[in-house]
């Protein structure tokens, strides 16, 4: 049970564009940075964003991440069908209530049509 | 190049203990913070603690405290973590990561975590 909320699917055909949403609260997201992963089916996660927005070495541009208030947003544009994984935003939550910690969504798989 | 190399695949009793190791390369080993994450089948990934491998010190999530114990050894750029009283909901791939974080001038916490190893899958089954 995810503080952080995701879309369990999106969908969309190649070529066109698709985001996710990412819901927590002030304790996480409110106060602190996000980042995304994107699992492929059978393989370890890979970072995708970090810090709300930046990209890592080799990550292309048709990724894009952005942040408002208590909810964040990864962008995919031109999708591609090698895009077909489990997205997992995550940041640090600092309720003493939950316990400090490291706080994963619940993850949204991407279909391409 | 920067990889993280994980022990192999175990099978264990309930009641048992197993202990994973992830071993670094590429990089300063005292210079990141060691996560792990594990992920039962076909959920989520599941948080579970860092250890600072330069000073030993350890965060552990409250869902693992008391069962979960992270060490390292640092003169073979070595993470290991350690989960006892295993159950059947244990059942699941563990995954060491490499940490970043740090925080703004509000006082905002980044954390992410930029190279992970290929998972070690740990079966509990009697």
């Known amino acids: 049970q995810s503080v952080l909320t995701q879309p369990p699917s999106v969908s969309a055909a190649p070529g066109q564009k698709v985001t996710i949403s990412c819901s927590g609260s002030s304790s996480n997201i409110g106060n602190n940075y996000v980042s995304w992963y994107q699992q492929l089916p059978g393989t370890a996660p890979k970072l995708l964003i970090y810090?709300?927005?930046k990209r890592p070495s080799g990550i292309p541009d048709r990724f894009s991440g952005s942040k408002s208030g208590t909810s964040a947003t990864l962008g995919i544009t031109g999708l591609q069908t090698g895009d077909e994984a489990d997205y997992y935003c995550g940041t640090w939550d600092s309720s003493l209530s939950a316990g400090r910690g490291y706080v994963f969504g619940t993850g949204t798989k991407v279909t391409v049509l | 190049q920067v990889q993280l190399v994980q022990s192999g695949a175990e099978v264990k009793k309930p009641g048992a203990s197993v202990k994973v190791s992830c071993k670094a390369s590429g990089y300063t080993f005292t210079g990141y913070y060691m996560h792990w994450v594990r992920q039962a089948p076909g959920q989520g990934l599941e948080w579970m603690g860092w250890i600072n491998p330069n000073s030993g010190g350890t965060n552990y999530a409250q869902k693992f405290q008391g069962r979960v114990t992270m060490t390292r050894d640092t003169s073979i750029s070595t993470a290991y973590m350690e989960l006892s009283r295993l159950r059947s909901d244990d059942t699941a791939v563990y995954y060491c990561?490499?940490?970043?974080?740090?925080?703004?001038?509000?006082?905002?916490?980044?954390?992410?975590?930029?190279?992970w190893g290929k998972g070690t899958t740990v079966t509990v089954s009697s």
């Open positions: 810090e709300n927005n």
């Open positions: 990561a490499r940490g970043n974080s740090g925080y703004d001038k509000y006082y905002y916490y980044y954390y992410y975590m930029d190279v």
